[in-house]
């Protein structure tokens, strides 16, 4: 597999605890992408405002990568659903960096419908190679995928 990095962004940290396991399974380095302006107020405003932010293609300044690209071979992308495709903050992400010749592992983590996330991460990849992508629901923060599926997918990246 190369030199691997996972790329996560989390905002109710469902993402961020899968991005952890598969860290601690693999060894490869990781990185959170974080907005340059945090979201503020309770969770429906936030889911509000994401629904905005989707409709209208906005995509959030981030904080600069504090690593090269060019030193991985394949990127582990996390993100959480935000009406049915990967968060703005991710969005940002795969606009700004070029992640061609990569191997690109996505995974989405959501508490309703994938919706087309997975296929979205795809298109916006589009030199790259697209492999092993997964979907795991949440109920709130309770993860409903069978944890032996998950650790079975982490163990065949």
Do not use: R
Request: glycine share 6%; aromatic share 12%.
């Amino acid at each position: 597999m190369g030199k691997t990095l996972i790329v996560y962004y989390s905002y109710t940290n469902n993402t961020k605890k899968i991005a952890e396991q598969i860290q601690k399974a693999t060894g490869a380095d990781i990185y959170k992408i974080e907005t340059v302006k945090p979201y503020i107020g309770d969770y429906n405003s936030v889911v509000d405002q994401g629904k905005q932010e989707v409709d209208c293609g906005f995509k959030p300044e981030i904080k600069p990568l504090s690593v090269s690209l060019e030193d991985y071979d394949t990127i582990i992308i996390g993100t959480p659903v935000w009406w049915y495709t990967y968060a703005p903050a991710v969005a940002t992400f795969l606009s700004e960096y070029d992640l061609s010749g990569k191997t690109i592992i996505p995974f989405a983590t959501n508490g309703g419908w994938i919706g087309h996330t997975l296929k979205d991460i795809e298109k916006a990849c589009k030199n790259a190679v697209i492999t092993n992508a997964i979907d795991i629901k949440f109920d709130t923060d309770k993860m409903v995928m069978p944890e032996s599926k998950l650790e079975k997918w982490i163990a065949n990246l």
